[in-house]
């Protein structure tokens, strides 16, 4: 185990170097958003699969109507009525059109469409559904292919129409489902083990005794990995013995979990025994990091699988897992984007850190044409209700210790999608 504390750059390299794209399974389409494409998509068939109209008019032959004006209108034979979902049963031929509603197959014969609005046709034109002219009046000249769509103008037969590696998005699933893919593969869901320890807790529907908390980490630890694609899956609390975490530990390794998460427990004191457990079965890759909050966090493995021990304070546990935990859960998940969206942000007031990487909770908006921080409030490690305010983390370097107001720092978005920034 490194003894020497580490940046959080040189932190972060070491855990992301240990993590890869899980292997790959077949889910329903519409359970797919969000969901990493491990395989790329090739179109089965044309879209659109038939030539149809893009309004609602008449199917025609652009030569018939090349003289047609408001002022001189070219009349046409109306042969028969063309809905959509039906295949035609007419043949435009010169000096016929046939009525068609949008969507609606092409006739054979017809190369263009006159669209309503450019007819004398006021019934169709205000949606009433009696019976069609026997003859109508164009207005309007228009050229082959008019408001036609044609075979294969969207998609067509061959095309990869999503790589792999596509982060799956609702519009993405209108796609497959035209062209009728109704499963697809995407990469496995991290299974994220989360243990909480620490004599003081109890669960979030009971009363807090003398000296006891609510298990704050345990809810929220399992609502980020949810937002990051995992599935979390909880250890329960483990009191403050080694024999009780090394056994939460041994349950986590027995369900085959892609990473374990712990929190409390990896500080100097007598009761903070995760880091023995962890070594009982494994190996601590490192300990402590130079951020604020943070410090004491630990970075080794259960056996075979990745750990993450957290700190107990809520922030301090927030802040590690989204510097640390996050990428590695994308990453598992075949996430090619990792950073989070960062902004230039112009402090709205001076800032104090300790010479640490400091991650502060801020509120950023965008006024007079940027950014601008301002502070979401107390800034120790226990307060949460600052974190709740936040949409950002500030981040003032490492050795900067005072940061005047006007000062633009990087500001971590919390809220802002990774994957459209």
Same mark, same amino acid.
């Given at each position: 185990?490194?003894?020497?504390? #580490?940046?959080? $750059?040189? !932190?972060?390299?070491?855990?992301?170097? *240990?993590?890869?794209?899980?292997?790959?399974?077949?889910?329903?389409?519409?359970?797919?958003?969000?969901?990493?494409?491990?395989?790329?998509?090739?179109?089965?068939?044309?879209?659109?699969? &038939?030539?149809?109209?893009?309004? *609602?008019?008449?199917?025609?032959?652009?030569? /018939?109507?090349?003289?047609?004006? =408001?002022?001189?209108?070219?009349?046409? $034979?109306?042969?028969? *009525?063309?809905?959509?979902?039906?295949?035609?049963?007419?043949?435009?031929?010169?000096?016929?059109?046939?009525?068609?509603?949008?969507?609606?197959?092409?006739?054979?014969?017809?190369?263009?469409?006159?669209?309503?609005?450019?007819? /004398?046709?006021?019934?169709?034109?205000?949606?009433?559904?009696?019976?069609?002219? @026997?003859?109508?009046?164009?207005?309007? =000249?228009?050229?082959?292919?008019?408001?036609?769509?044609?075979?294969?103008?969207?998609?067509?037969?061959?095309?990869?129409?999503?790589?792999?590696?596509?982060?799956?998005?609702?519009?993405?699933?209108?796609?497959?489902? =035209?062209?009728?893919?109704?499963?697809?593969?995407?990469?496995?869901?991290?299974?994220?083990?989360?243990?909480?320890?620490?004599?003081?807790?109890?669960?979030?529907?009971?009363?807090?005794?003398?000296?006891?908390?609510?298990?704050?980490?345990?809810?929220?630890?399992?609502? %980020?990995?949810?937002?990051?694609?995992?599935?979390?899956?909880?250890?329960?609390?483990?009191?403050?013995?080694?024999?009780?975490?090394?056994? +939460?530990? %041994?349950?986590?390794?027995?369900?085959?979990?892609?990473?374990?998460?712990?929190? !409390?427990?990896? $500080?100097?004191?007598?009761?903070?025994?995760?880091?023995?457990?962890?070594?009982?079965?494994?190996?601590?890759?490192?300990?402590?990091?130079?951020?604020?909050?943070?410090?004491?966090?630990?970075?080794?493995?259960?056996?075979?699988?990745?750990?993450?021990?957290?700190?107990?304070?809520?922030?301090?546990?927030?802040?590690? &897992?989204?510097? &640390?935990?996050?990428?590695?859960? %994308?990453?598992?998940?075949?996430? +090619?984007?990792?950073?989070?969206?960062?902004?230039?942000?112009?402090?709205?007031?001076? #800032?104090?850190?300790?010479?640490?990487? @400091?991650?502060?909770?801020?509120?950023?908006?965008?006024?007079?044409?940027?950014?601008?921080? +301002?502070?979401?409030?107390?800034?120790?490690?226990?307060?949460?209700?600052?974190?709740?305010?936040?949409?950002?983390?500030?981040?003032?370097?490492?050795?900067?210790?005072?940061?005047?107001?006007?000062?633009?720092?990087? !500001?971590?978005?919390?809220?802002?999608?990774?994957?459209?920034?």
């Amino acid at each position: 185990m490194t003894t020497v504390m #580490l940046s959080v $750059s040189e !932190a972060l390299a070491r855990v992301l170097a *240990d993590f890869h794209p899980l292997d790959s399974e077949i889910v329903a389409a519409e359970s797919a958003v969000g969901r990493v494409l491990a395989d790329s998509v090739r179109a089965s068939i044309n879209l659109p699969p &038939f030539p149809n109209s893009s309004m *609602d008019g008449y199917a025609v032959q652009a030569t /018939d109507v090349a003289a047609a004006t =408001a002022g001189a209108p070219v009349t046409l $034979s109306v042969i028969g *009525d063309i809905p959509a979902g039906i295949s035609p049963t007419v043949e435009v031929r010169s000096g016929t059109a046939a009525r068609i509603m949008t969507g609606a197959q092409m006739p054979p014969g017809a190369d263009a469409v006159i669209p309503v609005e450019s007819t /004398d046709d006021s019934g169709m034109m205000m949606g009433a559904k009696g019976q069609m002219p @026997s003859a109508v009046q164009i207005l309007k =000249a228009v050229e082959v292919g008019a408001f036609v769509r044609i075979v294969g103008e969207d998609v067509k037969t061959g095309d990869e129409v999503l790589a792999a590696g596509a982060l799956l998005r609702p519009y993405d699933l209108g796609v497959l489902a =035209a062209l009728g893919v109704g499963r697809v593969p995407v990469i496995s869901r991290p299974r994220v083990a989360i243990l909480s320890t620490g004599d003081e807790l109890v669960d979030i529907d009971q009363t807090p005794g003398a000296g006891q908390i609510r298990n704050v980490n345990g809810y929220t630890l399992a609502a %980020l990995i949810h937002k990051y694609g995992g599935e979390p899956i909880s250890l329960g609390v483990a009191r403050d013995t080694f024999e009780e975490v090394h056994q +939460r530990l %041994l349950a986590a390794v027995e369900q085959k979990v892609d990473a374990i998460i712990s929190s !409390a427990g990896v $500080s100097v004191g007598a009761y903070d025994v995760v880091k023995l457990a962890v070594e009982r079965e494994g190996a601590l890759n490192f300990w402590k990091v130079n951020m604020r909050p943070g410090k004491p966090l630990v970075y080794g493995r259960v056996r075979d699988i990745p750990f993450f021990g957290l700190p107990g304070n809520p922030v301090s546990a927030i802040v590690g &897992f989204e510097i &640390f935990v996050r990428p590695a859960l %994308l990453k598992l998940g075949g996430r +090619r984007r990792l950073e989070k969206p960062v902004v230039k942000a112009r402090l709205a007031e001076a #800032l104090h850190s300790d010479g640490r990487e @400091s991650y502060l909770r801020a509120v950023v908006v965008h006024e007079n044409g940027g950014y601008t921080a +301002r502070s979401a409030g107390g800034q120790g490690s226990n307060i949460v209700s600052a974190l709740a305010h936040s949409n950002a983390f500030i981040i003032v370097p490492a050795g900067v210790t005072e940061v005047h107001a006007g000062s633009t720092l990087s !500001a971590w978005m919390l809220d802002w999608p990774e994957e459209i920034f």
